[in-house]
């Protein structure tokens, strides 16, 4: 049997009744005979009548009959339960009740999303929450109503927009409504508020709009009915800490992108379902994460031969031009995906009917850690259905994952960066500040007989929403000076060089925009460093960008790569999550470094190790990976004479807050130590963390 395991291939590196009492019979009181006084008549001899002795009947001992214990029909416990959705079901999930006595339960969720408690456990009214694997808390509020002889309350975007309208309301955030206090009356005006805002959506897939409850009406996770409503949304947190509903356009043509985002409101109701359910049901989807998490049991060596391990890719897969594997488990090591457990994939978008993005997202128990890739699943079409030696799909259908089949790596990312420089005096040359802005990763290596060779590209243009209309170049750097293998940044004009030219530098970030982190740097301030950076540097946009509407999930980007041969070719990708504005990153809470000052030493005093110590108790980013960072100018006396970059990342796991490290060079100019910070050398340390496409990076650093 085929399976697409076979071995994977390292690229290069890149910068939750008593018993009844028996009868007794009661003993029998002796009766007596009273005494009767003799009577005397006068003269005459008295007769005497002798006394009768009192006749006393036997006790008799009580007659005790055998207890019978009673027979009894065991009470069935009311059940409250619901279902735990985003679209796709949310599996295995630890659901928390903080209840009005008050005290706090929980439960899990079962594998269709489904939970149910012993309502006695439980008092009303009862803030319940479900943390998502990207750190988010979604909430919904049990009021204490039931539906006969149990209850449902559901957990969805749909329930934490109507927690966030009560919260509104009584202006506070989410997080700090308390169940002693509810006000059922405005919980009801919260849900009849986000309810309008859907209803007609809802009834577009045979919903009746009368009955519907956001809270409390039962559903499934089955891209149906109000599922379907789910899969038609996106939802994101305002920086008030409030949660946002945007509609989420999932059927696509090839060249479209979706339209602006507008947050639904009462002017912008849902109207009409876009889930792909018809043409991807997410049943099949489910078929494959079966599969899927039946074969991460099984051993590496024993994949390939295993039939757990059949139908989840074809031997034809390629994404990126590297193999299935390679492209799941090639930075972290396949052996460590043993025991992986994978969530309902997410369908991103599907493309003319016959292509679907989806997010695969897992979490490692060997090394506590959760990762997640972009994934392209195709319809084969009928002729498709049956591959390698006629193994049949994971899916059930038609539809296997089968990657971009793309000979390069090109990845377009939105990011969204905190950069906190710790040197009080220098902020008006570095100031700290939330920054927005589009990475564009093209690879000038790919993959050939499991080699990597160099693609000789000359430069590639790329456009899109938030980039010049005439398109960002990008070239290759210079391999004396760099040992990047990616692009980087070579101007915004869109004007493609004649013959080979280096990109100045390996930075291939576009930023957008930003704001100033502390309160202390006015927006002016700001604008005059941005002016200054964007004069000097490609690869700051002109102007600080206000407007992100345009920078969605799924947004279309176009990238025409030229070769040094001439030979062009053209691609289109879509933008894996939406682009958030640096004021929403306010919103963020990001992870804390509590040891800033330790840092900061090892920083200013070179150093062989340093170690980070973060706190994520009240961050909204689950952690993906801490690094530290360093850069040097190029040097005469390094042998390379290239700028001596070098990185050091470390997956982080559930219970990692503190990371170690030792940077390792061999290079006789770089030396065993951080290069510590002068005017032309500097050293980050930092998180990086993927949330709904989007990756955060927080940075901690000190600049001259």
């Known amino acids: 049997m085929t399976t697409p395991f076979t071995t994977p291939v390292t690229p290069p590196a890149s910068g939750s009744t008593p018993a009844t009492t028996p009868g007794t019979t009661p003993s029998t009181t002796p009766a007596t005979t009273p005494v009767t006084t003799p009577v005397t008549t006068p003269v005459t001899t008295p007769v005497t009548t002798p006394i009768t002795t009192p006749v006393t009947p036997p006790v008799t001992t009580p007659v005790t009959p055998p207890v019978t214990l009673p027979v009894t029909t065991p009470v069935a416990s009311i059940l409250l339960g619901g279902t735990v959705a985003t679209g796709a079901p949310l599996t295995n999930s630890t659901v928390t009740f903080l209840d009005a006595k008050p005290s706090s339960v929980t439960t899990v969720t079962d594998t269709a999303g489904k939970f149910s408690i012993d309502m006695s456990k439980v008092k009303s009214p009862a803030i319940m929450s479900v943390t998502l694997s990207d750190g988010r808390k979604m909430y919904s509020i049990w009021d204490g109503s039931t539906q006969g002889s149990s209850a449902t309350t559901n957990i969805t975007p749909l329930t934490d927009a109507v927690v966030s309208e009560y919260a509104k309301s009584k202006n506070i955030k989410p997080s700090d409504i308390s169940a002693t206090s509810v006000d059922t009356t405005a919980l009801k005006t919260a849900k009849n508020t986000v309810k309008e805002w859907i209803v007609s959506a809802y009834q577009t897939t045979g919903g009746n709009a009368t009955s519907l409850d956001i809270l409390n009406t039962p559903f499934d996770a089955s891209g149906k009915g109000l599922d379907a409503v789910l899969d038609s949304l996106n939802f994101t947190r305002n920086s008030d800490g409030l949660t946002v509903l945007y509609p989420k356009q999932v059927m696509l043509s090839d060249s479209e992108s979706p339209s602006p985002l507008r947050p639904l409101s009462a002017s912008n109701k849902l109207t009409s379902v876009s889930s792909g359910n018809d043409v991807f049901p997410l049943s099949q989807l489910g078929s494959w994460r079966n599969r899927m998490n039946d074969c991460m049991k099984v051993t590496v060596s024993a994949r390939a031969a295993s039939a757990a391990c059949a139908g989840l890719a074809p031997l034809a897969y390629k994404h990126d031009s590297v193999n299935f594997q390679t492209h799941l488990f090639s930075d972290i090591g396949e052996s460590n995906s043993v025991g992986a457990v994978f969530e309902y994939p ?26 997640s890739r972009l994934a392209i ?6 002729s498709g259905r049956l591959q390698d030696n006629k193994v049949a ?3 059930g259908s038609t539809w296997w994952l089968y990657g971009n089949q793309r000979d390069l790596e090109i990845r377009i990312e939105p990011r969204l960066s905190r950069y906190e420089n710790m040197n009080a005096s220098s902020q008006g040359t570095s100031p700290s500040a939330l920054f927005s802005g589009i990475h564009i990763l093209i690879n000038n290596y790919k993959q050939v007989n499991g080699n990597w060779v160099s693609t000789n590209i000359l430069a590639a243009n790329v456009t899109g929403p938030g980039l010049p209309a005439a398109g960002l170049v990008l070239a290759p750097v210079d391999p004396s000076l760099y040992s990047s ?47 200054s950076q964007s004069a000097s540097n490609q690869f700051y946009n002109n102007t600080r960008l206000l407007d992100f509407s345009s920078i969605q999930s799924q947004s279309l980007y176009t990238v025409k790569v030229v070769y040094v041969s001439g030979q062009e070719e053209i691609h289109k990708l879509r933008l894996p999550g939406a682009l958030p504005s640096p004021t929403d990153a306010k919103g963020v809470a990001w992870p804390v470094l509590t040891n800033s000052a330790e840092v900061k030493d090892a920083i200013l005093k070179p150093s062989s190790a340093v170690t980070a110590k973060w706190s994520f108790d009240s961050a909204s980013l689950v952690p993906e990976v801490s690094f530290i960072a360093g850069y040097a100018p190029p040097l005469d006396a390094c042998t390379n004479k290239r700028a ?15 990371i170690a490290f030792t940077p390792l060079d061999t290079s006789a100019c770089w030396g065993p ?32």
């Open 346 to 371: 997410k369908i991103m978008s599907i493309s003319s009917g016959t292509s679907a993005t989806v997010e695969l997202r897992w979490y490692q128990p060997l090394t506590q850690t959760t990762h």
């Open 377 to 382: 699943f195709r319809d084969l079409g009928e």
């Open 393 to 395: 799909s994971a899916t």
């Open 485 to 531: 293998p990616y692009l980087g940044i070579l101007n915004r004009t869109g004007q493609m060089p004649a013959q080979l030219t280096y990109a100045p530098d390996s930075v291939n970030e576009f930023r957008l925009g930003g704001i100033p982190l502390s309160a202390n740097i006015s927006t002016s301030a700001l604008d005059t460093w941005w002016s």
């Open 644 to 658: 001596r970059i070098w990185q050091v990342e470390k997956y982080m796991g559930k219970n990692d807050k503190t």
């Open 673 to 704: 130590n951080f290069p510590g910070n002068s005017s032309t050398t500097t050293t980050d340390i930092g998180i990086r963390s993927l949330q709904n496409g989007t990756r955060y990076y927080s940075f901690i650093t000190w600049r001259l």
